[in-house]
């Protein structure tokens, strides 16, 4: 079992940053490939960005330049720094470990944090 609490969401303006943060429990956070996820009102959860094992990264072509994903092992915390953020960024922000890659494309499994709200407004 892993559990996951992401942290770091809140109200920012257009053109601001924000970095959320996904704490794991565990001690094979480090064997984990990890991804971000996001869900706004109304639509489908979409994947954001994910970075493996190794720490290479992958990310939605609407973040790219704008996000960046990380992963500290020793906190047992994978990170999303945001910048520039834009109106259509507002979502609630889920953290996903332990899927796999098809195709170059991360896959989630079933450990899922609770989220954390991420509004873009002016």
């Known amino acids: 079992q892993v559990q996951l609490v992401e942290s770091g969401g809140g109200v920012v303006q257009p053109g601001g940053s924000l970095r959320l943060s996904c704490a794991a429990s565990?001690?094979?956070?480090?064997?984990?490939?990890m991804g971000w996820y996001r869900q706004a009102l109304g639509k489908e959860r979409e994947l954001v960005a994910s970075?493996?094992?190794?720490?290479?990264?992958n990310y939605a072509d609407s973040v790219k330049g704008r996000f960046t994903i990380s992963r500290d092992n020793a906190k047992n915390t994978v990170y999303l720094q945001m910048n520039s953020l834009k109106p259509e960024d507002t979502a609630l922000y889920y953290c996903?470990?332990?899927?796999?890659?098809?195709?170059?494309?991360?896959?989630?499994?079933?450990?899922w944090g609770q989220g954390t709200q991420v509004a873009v407004s002016s």
């Open positions: 996903n470990a332990g899927g796999v890659f098809v195709g170059g494309l991360y896959r989630p499994n079933a450990y």
């Open positions: 565990g001690s094979l956070f480090s064997r984990y490939a």
């Open positions: 970075i493996t094992l190794g720490g290479s990264t």
